[in-house]
């Protein structure tokens, strides 16, 4: 028989084998290269045939994005810009200039805004205008397409301190933002509105307040112009990526976007910025003799 301590001895070498092999495959687990782990997660013909999505929306908590948003308050676009270029982003996170406020409000700045983003991207369509028609198939025609082909699904995403970015058809002069929804969005919380082409209404936008960020006036409805292409992922606007969970600042300097993961960073530098500004304006408004004013209160 064999005795105790070659039994002992033989689930011992059996304990530190077994141990060997566990240690050695997580250690090419870590050593593993990016280009292995994308050679195996890489997606085969059929898989691309259907759309495949490379970006993935990251999902944000509400609670995460108030918290972040507290770092943003007061900023102007130039302080964050600053922040940016802090971080190593310098020219990267900028808006086109000709994404600019459709109205400004230079005593209490109530066209600033900063904001988490939820994105929608519409496309121009293929389908055929509407022909002349009496009033009520009209009606019914435009009715269906805002229904089915161009609506507003992303509506249940808005909440308290979201900035809504759309990618919209360039070329169709469609206004798919106006006087009336955008009003339904702020009262849901949305901050503020940006798109890469245009929105309509835009003296009673004015009238109302609601922060409006875009290329130029666009007078046509949504129906015989453009189509819903996907809500909440990544887009493009102002020539900049905007991904959901991005934090949106935007004045009369344009519009900056902040990635989610240089957020705190960027604010917190940014925050000192703003704050070596105002004490310095404050002291020369003092020596010049003016009031102050929202910009350095």
Known sequence: MMS???IRGTVLSLFMAITLIIV???WMAMISSPADAQQKAKPGAEDLRAGKNFIETTIYSEQDDQEILKRFEGLRVSDVTDGLDKVGLTNRMIMSPEIHAAWKDTIHYKHRFAGIAVTARYVPTTRPPAPAMETKPYDAW??????????EPFVPLIR?????VID??????VGTIGSNNIMGWKARGC??????????????????????YLRHVARGIRPGRNEIESVNRPIECGGV????????VADGDGVVVVPREKAKEVAEYAQGILAGDKAGRRNLYQKLGLPEDDSVR
């Open 168 to 173: 919209d058809a360039p070329d169709s002069d």
């Open 191 to 212: 901050v503020g509105v940006v798109t890469n082409v245009g929105g309509r209404d835009t003296d009673e936008v004015a009238t109302e307040q609601m922060p409006l």
């Open 4 to 6: 105790r301590n070659r």
């Open 160 to 164: 308290q301190g979201t900035a809504l």
């Open 24 to 26: 050695t495959a997580l």
């Open 241 to 248: 990526l905007v991904r959901p969970g991005d934090v949106i």
């Open 142 to 151: 435009s009715g269906k397409w805002y229904s089915e082909l161009s609506p």
